[in-house]
Nanobody, 124 residues
């Protein structure tokens, strides 16, 4: 069992930056692939980024590639999402998720644990 708690959301102007954090409980954090997803009002949840268990490989949605960076610190049981050059269309609730296994995936249904989410609002 893994419990995930996101933080770092807030209101920022377009072009600004935010760093989201996701703290995980338990001693097996390094055994999970981690991902970030988001859901805007009236829209389906969408994939943002994912990272392998040792942080050696990452994958991003095309919409955030070059602007967002996912990273993790296994000693701190935390995964991060650095978001730069934010746009109004990045406004959403951001969720972190964990999945057992080794393969990176953008499919939310393949993640086993989810956090409660943190709101990110980008004003124009």
């Amino acid at each position: 069992q893994v419990q995930l708690v996101e933080s770092g959301g807030g209101l920022v102007q377009a072009g600004g930056s935010l760093r989201l954090s996701c703290a995980a409980s338990g001693r097996t954090f390094s055994s999970y692939v981690m991902g970030w997803f988001r859901q805007a009002p009236g829209k389906e949840r969408e994939f943002v980024a994912t990272i392998t268990r040792n942080g050696g490989s990452t994958s991003y949605a095309d919409s955030v590639k070059g602007r967002f960076t996912i990273s993790r610190d296994n000693a701190k049981n935390t995964v991060y999402l650095q978001m730069n050059s934010l746009k109004p269309e990045d406004t959403a609730v951001y969720y972190c998720a964990a999945r057992s296994g080794v393969v990176l995936t953008a499919i939310g249904g393949r993640y086993d644990y989810w956090g409660q989410g943190t709101q990110v609002t980008v004003s124009s």
